[in-house]
């Protein structure tokens, strides 16, 4: 759906970026595009456990203080801007970054779940490697890599991405609708973005 190599920046959007945003914030995007290079040379599963450490040490920020307004999904490009970000926003920058390096994004889904220990939503990312199997989840409040069967304390809701909305049921996934609204808000930005650059 969109470029291949997204998030990437121009030489004129990282200078743009100091002059508004610092040094400090061209060189959190330098840093990642040096670490998304090294990746290609990783084996997938490696891959996906370096996405989610490397991603996870960004700091976590509630959405109504970095973007004034609550359920704000920043796109990557700003994720690594501000270097703050809501459980979303580490989901959508790990969802776009697996898809750069080659995964399937018919596999990936950005997945909301009743979190069991404080009994509200989060969000993670799902990857089903293999169709039928337990999807693997990457999260931000954990470094470790666990299938969700195995996760005990997050019950899976919604499964969401380019292709729709969807439930699991009997271990399939099945479509309850054809978008997300709060998904097609995000690629809308993005595209924005994507002429800017």
């Not at 595009?33 to 456990?49: G, H, I, R, S, V």
């Not at 920058?93 to 898809?99: A, D, S």
Request: glycine residues 4%; charged residues 25%.
């Amino acid at each position: 759906m969109f470029s291949s190599d997204y998030p990437s920046f121009s030489k004129k959007e990282l200078d743009s970026i100091e002059k508004k945003n610092g040094k400090i914030s061209k060189n959190r995007i330098l840093d990642y595009e040096k670490n998304l290079e090294l990746m290609q040379t990783y084996t997938p599963l490696k891959q996906l456990k370096y996405t989610n450490f490397y991603l996870n040490q960004l700091l976590p920020q509630y959405d109504d203080v970095i973007q004034h307004k609550e359920d704000y999904w920043a796109t990557p490009k700003e994720f690594l801007i501000t270097g703050f970000g809501d459980c979303e926003d580490y989901v959508i920058i790990k969802y776009f970054t697996l898809i750069n390096l080659g995964f399937d994004e018919k596999k990936l889904f950005i997945t909301v779940v009743k979190e069991g220990y404080h009994d509200g939503y989060h969000m993670v990312l799902s990857y089903f490697k293999t169709e039928g199997e337990s999807p693997l989840v990457l999260d931000n409040l954990s470094f470790r890599i666990l299938d969700l069967q195995t996760r005990k304390d997050l019950k899976a809701n919604v499964f969401i991405n380019s292709s729709g909305v969807y439930k699991l049921k009997n271990g399939d996934l099945v479509k309850v609708n054809q978008y997300s609204s709060q998904y097609i808000k995000l690629t809308k930005r993005i595209k924005i973005e994507l002429q800017n650059s």
